[in-house]
């Protein structure tokens, strides 16, 4: 049982370049999240789903955007990067928003 | 808005000692709140998850509490080892379906 995926593991970015975050879940949970964990910040919530063609935003959105066209996946896209978006970004599930299970990260330098 | 404070930031004590890590919450009307374990440069990984009608949750030497009254959770870690060495983070819901909010964290280092 694979849990929940994220694709890259690392990548460097150049300012201004666009880039998906890939997230795949195998649990059929409905509720996804993306999260971004900068260091003495603590988790901040970016954007979440509450199903299939339902998104909303988090917290800290500015930036970015999503799409949730099937259950299992949940892209996060960056465009026109910054260096304020140098983080390492969570994607998480839940069935009902309950327990969350979380990826194991994707470490983005934007330079 | 929820608020998730954890005391102490960091915490470093000899192996086999009892310790307890604290979490307050200001937003009492919680329907759960999950502990995490991260490693340096891992993700998080669940270890207990209290429902709001529970008082206590244990899992092996972990035992978790909840007082929503008081908008308080404690981990207790019996017997610690130096494999217990991590991250622990405390994280209650933002209401809704809006996710978690997170504390900063509890630094564990367990000295061999």
């Known amino acids: 049982n694979a849990g929940v995926t994220q694709t890259p593991k690392f990548r460097i970015l150049k300012i201004g370049q666009s880039m998906t975050l890939q997230c795949a879940q195998d649990?059929?949970?409905?509720?996804m999240y993306w999260y971004r964990q900068d260091p003495g910040m603590g988790l901040k919530l970016i954007y979440y789903s509450v199903g299939a063609g339902i998104t909303d935003k988090g917290e800290v959105p500015n930036g970015y955007n999503v799409s949730r066209s099937t259950t299992e996946d949940f892209p996060l896209r960056l465009e026109l990067a910054a260096p304020s978006q140098t983080s390492v970004y969570f994607c998480?599930?839940?069935?009902?928003?309950?327990?969350?299970?979380f990826g194991q990260g994707t470490r983005l330098t934007v330079v | 808005k929820q608020e998730v404070t954890q005391i102490p930031a960091a915490l470093s004590v000899p192996e086999g000692e009892n310790l307890v890590l604290n979490c307050s919450f200001t937003?009492?009307?919680?329907?759960?709140l999950q502990w995490f374990r991260q490693d340096p440069g891992k993700g998080l990984t669940s270890l207990l998850l209290?429902?709001?009608?529970?008082r206590e949750q244990t899992s092996g030497r972990l035992n978790a509490s909840l007082d929503k009254s008081s908008g308080r959770s404690t981990l207790y870690i019996a017997a610690s080892q130096p494999g217990d060495s991590a991250t622990y983070l405390c994280a209650a819901p933002g209401g809704g379906a809006d996710g978690l909010t997170f504390g900063k964290g509890t630094h564990l280092i367990i000295q061999p």
């Open positions: 937003d009492s009307a919680i329907y759960n």
């Open positions: 209290i429902q709001s009608s529970q």
């Open positions: 649990m059929n949970h409905n509720y």
């Open positions: 998480a599930s839940s069935y009902e928003g309950f327990e969350a299970f």
